[in-house]
């Protein structure tokens, strides 16, 4: 599919086309930005409120929607609320850009909503210069990407990966049941299996999203091409010891559910020292206690471990010293342990030759870039596995995201975008 890639990189000339070279119009980037922002504010906290399939995400799609027709694109739908604005022909296969509206509870400004807005502000500067691409642009707007129902399911949808046993038990973290959620809506849930394109439908995939971390912005780089999505394993880990007087117990008569979490967790940097990289990642971020008494020796810690790095073998390895550990902390403070795997998310490659086009192109337009793993999941780590897909990074200030903190320049939010635009200029030429 992509083989005219590598040809195209090496010549030297922008585009073939008449007129001028197509230019982000930052301006009507913003403005498009912030008609998205009018809907699911928190005027209280300055958080954004458009989770998976509320009022609020319906409501911004038939806005984005409306946006989209009035840049003349041929809007559809699809069952699970996917919007598509095709620019170029009809028929055939496309190229598609896009990112998801919804948010998490009090989320910021930025988070897919950017990458929404940058892909329609992409086909109209195409528009505006007079190009008319061999190969159909098609904007996306994926639906419930921040997984309030365990996945991302508007990509997921597309690319031919939810099954109806998955829509059937799929539920929030409220107990409310995906099929509710979306007949509230006037949706059927069950029809997200038919939503899946063909393979080669899509010629290539491309996202632009915030980083959401700080290494962008450390490196003081504005732009990051992103080559392959962390992995993510879940453990979920019981300790039981005993629950036992504070004041009564010798300190070397108790078995402490706490003191053995607090080992393991201070094992974590030797763990990644012994067998990760420095994409590796390994977190405890829940933690229950029980009887969780001032006065009491906790008898139960119950606690989640998440393990990511970007290689298999690398996140394979982490689990094992991990469990090597738990299991040692344990024997130390006398506990008995349950562990549960909960869920294992494989590490994705991107395509390298859209990472090369990409790179290509900033480096054509004098941007400094980074090559860059990404931490957090996207909808184009869902779409590489029905087409070539591509991601660009823009910086976050401070790293700071999902919170209502979220900004990041526009400086950098205009050279990333232009990245973009080149790049869907030159794969719908062909
Ligand atoms: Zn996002």
Redesign the pocket.
Known sequence: MLAGIAKQQGQSAPFAMAGPAPKIDIERLKALLDGVNAFGLNGQTGGFNRIGYSDADMAVRDWFADRMEAAELAVSRDAVNNIFGRFGPEDGPCVMAG??LDTVPEGGAF??SL?ACVALECVQAMREAGIAPQTAVVVAVTAE??GRFGGMLGSQAIAGKVTAEWIDAARDSDGIALLDAMRAQGLNGRDAVNCAWPKGAITAFLEM??E?GPVLERAGCPVGIVHGISGVCFLQVRFTGVANHSGTTPMDMRADAFAGLADLACRIPAIIAETGTDQSRVTIGKVELNPNFAHTIPGIAAFSIVIRDTSEPVMRALKSSTLRDIRAAADVHGLKTDIEEKSWLTPVTLDANLHALLVGEAERLGIAHLDMPSG?G?DAQTMQSLCPSGLIFVPSRDGISHAPGEWTDWGYIEKGAQVMLNALVRLSSA
Request: glycine share 16%.
């Open positions: 990112s998801h988070d897919g990458g990407e921040e999203h915030i959401q957090a996207h």
